[in-house]
DNA sequence: CTCAAAATTTCAACCGATTGCAATTGTTTT
DNA sequence: AAAACAATTGCAATCGGTTGAAATTTTGAG
């Protein structure tokens, strides 16, 4: 990088003390008029623009927020990117963004990363494998504000904010029975991940609510299109066939019609499917898929709004309350039910 | 964020200057077995880490790459922050990314974003409304290396990664004529973008080397999956309908399939569809897409690997030869055509 | 036991900007 | 004209770490 004009240039090109130039730039009202002036104008046709390091070290911030994510390539975690760069941007906050490729190992060194980058805060949705929560935990020690989002933790204390997974799971299987479905299966995602707990007990409850009884058999660990595209072969031969399926994502879902189509069983006449995240492709799909809207881009935003909130009132951190946020899903009913 | 461990922290523990502990640290060959391992211990003890900032402040770097990119919840470009984040972590550095939502004035945003972040390096792919450079040229005025990728442009003396958009659309082109088509529409991008282009050259050469003459007519602006769900039903309807399609992008092609199918046209027996892009949509659709493969995690890859070059021979600056790196693509063939 | 060489440690400046306090200049009052 | 005051400006420390050069201590030879 080429020499960049300091204060201490212009400070010299005009005789003056870097202080001045300093306090002139910022309006102090100790500077006098004249050199004001004159310091500003100089400052612009040099084309100074503060040392931002300078400041960091300064004032120990660097208005950056960590962002530690399982994989960008994916459409509800780049939406919720998009959410949280977005609010970023309004604030003046710009976002580093880690990917941890679901590796439990990468994840922790991306911790380190952002404890070694001094970011003033972090936003968080864990991999698939983490079990252990301590490289967080060091975080928290550090006093460097956490949300979690989506993959949370109750382990911690620290702001989460999710979709209402449960409501969803219980929206779209409620649908499923009413559109006259009685043998719904649900691909679930791990049972380590609470969203795997709450959609599996969402879909437990509405089968509850309509006098169905749970049938363990039908649950299946399918959250890829792959896995979920063998398992739904398989499933879907059984004499015995649901008539209903709820996934745990899109992705899982589309697999299921695929599946679906190559065995000549028509969607949504045979089988129905709901999905989970309203993606793009479910728009894209034949029959269109029906799916519970999670709200990513929202969810982003909401993310960090309360991390720029906690990074505000960051004086009481002796009463430390951590915070859960809720958004809520919304049922889009389109052809595949 | 509590108080960090700073190496005055030890020194003052120890009864030593701050200048044998860094020098300790970092195994100086004048410092003593005896206090080397003290400080060590010492640091390990109180769970020392070097203040980057400090760091960036002395050495004016960063270790910190800008990445400016229109949207991110696009698969291209989240293949490609895939790419890119891959290469940087392997090469301990760290991406800040910027979203332009393809808005000029936020991409000049932008880059002033990154001057201000002093990051080391900057990753471009600007927006389609973007038609003045100078805020790209003014990074390159302070020196910092810029890579462009998939958007470019030849008036700038910068790096360029590109796909290699004339082979992909001459192949996807090629392919339509072998099976069977004459009459070859184009949905293209703005030709301003080079892709656009390039892409339009390809097809305009695969139609004249098998002798079928290029009618401009056949070629329209739509690079959006509504404006192409538009254009589409609009040419669809007309009697000299075309027999073959050639997208500029995927979803421009998924929305020509889904026209076709609610006009009641087959696909691919009536007409044959090729993408450009091999999105995960692409297989995901009925029938599934015919595309152009661009890797643009490879796209990515290569050119956060080229920037990474530039930061290393920066002493060269004088002879500075822009280099442009062209990634080969590859025709996916799927049941569309 | 002395003195120089070698080994080890400290001093001080630096990166760029900020800020409390001191110092300088200019103005007013008596 | 001197004292008092206000208006400007400069000094120096600070943030945390690095590094050339100086200072100190240790070692060993004569």
Redesign the interface.
């Known amino acids: ?2 020499h ?1 004009i300091t204060i201490k240039d212009i400070a010299n090109k005009l005789g003056l003390s870097t202080s001045t130039v300093s306090r002139a730039l910022k309006d102090h009202p100790d500077i006098s008029p004249k050199t004001r002036t004159a310091v500003k104008e100089l400052a612009g046709l040099l084309g100074y ?1 503060p ?4 400041l ?2 300064r004032n ?1 911030s ?1 208005r ?1 927020l960590g962002l530690i994510i399982p ?5 509800f975690f ?2 919720i ?2 959410g949280i ?2 609010v970023a ?1 309004k604030n003046d906050y ?6 941890s490729n679901e590796s439990y190992k ?1 994840e922790v060194i991306n911790t380190q ?1 952002v ?4 970011v ?1 805060g972090v936003l968080v949705s864990f991999s698939k494998e983490t079990r252990d929560f301590s490289h967080f935990q060091r975080l928290i ?4 504000p956490v949300v979690f989002f989506d993959r949370v933790t109750e382990e911690l204390q620290a702001d989460q904010v999710v979709a209402d997974d449960y409501q969803g799971a219980f929206l779209a299987v409620n649908h499923l029975i009413e559109k006259g479905c009685r043998r719904i299966a649900h691909f679930a995602a791990p049972q380590t991940l609470t969203i795997g707990k709450s959609r599996l007990s969402g879909y437990h409850d509405a089968l509850l609510k309509h006098g169905i009884p749970y049938n363990p058999s039908l649950v299946v660990l399918a959250d890829t299109f792959e896995t979920a595209k063998k398992a739904a072969h398989e499933i879907l031969r059984k004499t015995e066939r649901p008539d209903g399926f709820f996934a745990v994502n899109d992705m899982s879902a ?1 697999a299921i019609i ?1 599946a679906a ?1 190559e065995l000549g069983i028509r969607v949504p006449d045979d089988v129905k499917v709901v999905g989970f995240e309203n993606s ?2 479910s728009a ?3 029959p269109e898929l029906t799916s519970v809207d999670q709200f990513g881009f929202e969810l982003g935003r909401e993310a960090c709004l309360l991390l720029l909130k906690r990074l505000k009132d960051d004086d009481d951190v002796s009463e430390f309350k951590p915070v859960k946020k809720v958004i809520k899903t919304k049922l889009v009913v389109r052809g595949s039910t």
Do not use: C, G
């Open positions: 990088m080429k960049q623009r040392n931002r390091i300078a960091n070290l120990n660097t950056t994989e960008i390539e994916h459409y780049s939406a990117i998009n760069e977005e941007y710009s976002v580093m963004v880690f990917q990468r990363a404890l070694t980058n001094r003033d020690d550090n006093e460097i589309i695929k189509r793009k492709s894209l799909i034949e």
